[in-house]
């Protein structure tokens, strides 16, 4: 079974080690875990604020799931108290039933409230507003579950393979194996030039040349040597 190395080069002295070690792939950094956006929690209780229009008067109401309560002359009952987990933003939801017995000319209201979301459905008195503020008590039906599970990413490209048996990288520049062309001549250490043409000068005398046909005149003493 062919595995796979990365190689870390160690300069040692004038000398370079390659050592093989095994390459493992990067692991990435796993996302929080959230519940998705539509998971809601029930819950026993509904905190809902009352305001009467005539004297500017706000009652907190605390009303569990499926019971009632009567602020003055509005009767509020609660079907339903709905919140989102602590993973998601924060919201409210209850299923109520609200009626005026002062007026009796008005049908009751039937229907959700949102506490971040009011102007989705009111209560159209002219002397009651309502609002949902949130939920409260112990988880009811619906459940949230548990939170899934976030598995962390593995990050690709994040390893340089190398074959068991390949050769090792080359040699870094300046070190012992190589080391950098200078761009300019050193005064101390200089650099020859390379003759013009591809034959290497020779430091013999050159041959005299050779008439056609005529003997060469006889060598003449130096009178400097006598």
């Keep these: 079974m062919m595995k796979r190395y990365v190689g870390v080069a160690l300069l040692c002295g004038a000398a370079e080690v390659f050592l093989p070690i095994a390459a493992q792939a990067a692991v990435g950094v796993a996302p929080p875990a959230m519940y998705p956006a539509a998971t809601w929690q029930g819950q026993s209780q509904a905190v809902l604020r009352v305001l009467d229009r005539l004297d500017g008067h706000l009652e907190l109401l605390t009303v569990p799931v499926g019971g009632s309560a ?4 509005l009767s509020v009952g609660v ?3 709905v919140t989102r987990p602590q993973t998601l933003a924060t919201d409210a939801g209850a299923l109520l039933h609200l009626k005026d ?11 959700w409230m949102l506490a971040q979301e009011p102007s989705v459905a009111t209560y159209g008195s002219p002397l009651y507003d309502v609002r949902v503020v949130s939920c409260a008590g112990v988880s009811t039906a619906p459940q949230a579950g ?3 599970v976030v598995k962390a990413p593995v990050l690709a490209g994040a390893e340089v393979p190398v074959e068991e048996g390949g050769d090792a990288p080359a040699s870094p520049p300046g070190s ?3 080391g950098p062309v200078p761009l300019a001549p050193d005064s101390h250490n200089p650099i020859p030039l390379a003759p013009s043409s591809g034959a290497a000068p020779s430091l013999a005398p050159a041959a005299p040349a050779q008439s056609s046909g005529q003997p060469l005149p006889p060598p003449q003493a130096d009178p400097g040597l006598e």
Excluded at 70 to 73: A, E, F, I, K, V
Excluded at 101 to 111: A, E, L, V
């Design 101 to 111: 017995t002062s007026d009796p000319q008005r049908p009751p209201f039937d229907g």
């Design 70 to 73: 009567t602020y003055r002359s």
């Design 79 to 81: 079907e339903a108290c």
């Design 146 to 148: 548990p939170l899934p």
């Design 176 to 178: 012992a194996s190589g």
